[in-house]
């Protein structure tokens, strides 16, 4: 679980970076954050639906770095089961 009480814009990068969550787990902790107190807080006047969309893409299109000790060459598939429409 992602505390977002103690959680910086540069302890979230670092997260990001080291695969500890994703951007579409990161999106989809404050949602469920904005929906718990926000007709308390009132601080949110409108949020946009196509977040999680968003974060979808941006974790399909982060770069992630080969292992140092991985073999040279590795086979297999990647199979994405969520959908962009």
Request: zero cysteines; glycine letters at 2%.
């Amino acid at each position: 679980m992602i505390d977002l009480a103690t959680l910086t814009i540069v302890k979230a990068r670092k997260a990001l970076d080291a695969k500890e969550f994703s951007a579409v787990d990161l999106a989809q902790a404050y949602l469920a954050e904005i929906e718990k107190k926000n007709k308390e807080l009132n601080a949110y006047l409108e949020v946009f639906g196509d977040v999680l969309e968003q974060a979808k893409i941006a974790a399909m299109n982060t770069r992630w770095d080969a292992s140092s000790d991985a073999p040279e060459k590795q086979v297999g598939k990647i199979v994405y089961n969520f959908n962009l429409n």
